[in-house]
């Protein structure tokens, strides 16, 4: 069964502390909380504070994917609010193996991001150190947008290469998951499914978590 990871960046925000109640109550594993900063991303969504006062309402992981320039700054800002995971961005990162250790030695669980241009192989010799890689199937930045089909081949790709080297890095992939393709992706090497739209404009959203938790 793969991990859910609903994503609050299409949550309700005049309605955070009840879409937090929905997902504690829910089969969702973790929260994804996508923060953007103008600058590496075309968007502005929400921050440390926001997150801080999202965590004392909340009791399952949190999976926080930084699409931001400079990340290295405000790592343990982030540990501090409340992230158990931190993602940042292969694009922004020219030292990227640094980014990883110090992610890690502040007790986080660390992931690199990679944007749809960018080939799994780049992460050949870091892959060893990471716990997961996510796999943006959209150009990040906007919700809702739809899915990119060579994101199949990047997964089978980075698949094999974790195969290999009989590592544990898990594989997550975000943008245009819907109950349609969730199948395919798991099948293709997925452990952790981001949804957003498909989860917060559905009708009963529990229950759309819960057929994506059921695939098998």
């Known amino acids: 069964m ?25 089969q969702a594993d973790w929260y994804h909380l996508d923060v953007m900063d103008g600058r590496f991303v075309p968007n502005i969504s929400y921050g440390l504070p926001v997150i801080a006062q999202l965590r004392k309402a909340t009791t399952k992981d949190f999976d926080v994917h930084l699409m ?7 790592a343990e800002a982030f540990r501090k609010a409340g992230a158990d995971r931190l993602t940042v961005h292969y694009e922004v990162c020219p030292h990227l193996h640094r980014n990883i250790q ?7 669980k660390a992931g690199v991001a990679l944007n749809p241009h960018t080939p799994v192989e780049l992460l050949s010799d870091v892959l060893h150190d990471l716990d997961m890689v996510l796999i943006m199937s959209v150009n990040p930045g906007f919700g809702g947008q739809e899915f990119i089909p060579h994101s199949y081949q990047k997964i089978r790709n980075l698949r094999r290469m974790i195969q290999e080297r009989g590592l544990a890095t898990l594989i997550e992939v975000d943008g245009g998951v819907t109950t349609e393709n969730a199948a395919s992706l ?11 739209n498909t989860v917060f404009s559905s009708a009963d959203p529990k229950a759309t978590i819960r057929t ?3 695939i098998e």
């Open 212 to 214: 994506l938790k059921s």
């Open 68 to 74: 931001i320039l400079e990340p290295e700054k405000y």
């Open 2 to 26: 793969p991990i859910i990871a609903p994503s609050l960046l299409a949550s309700n925000f005049l309605r955070l502390e009840e879409e937090c109640k929905m997902l504690n109550e829910s």
């Open 186 to 196: 798991v099948k293709a090497g997925v452990n952790v499914l981001v949804a957003g």
């Open 102 to 108: 110090q992610i890690r030695s502040l007790g986080m």
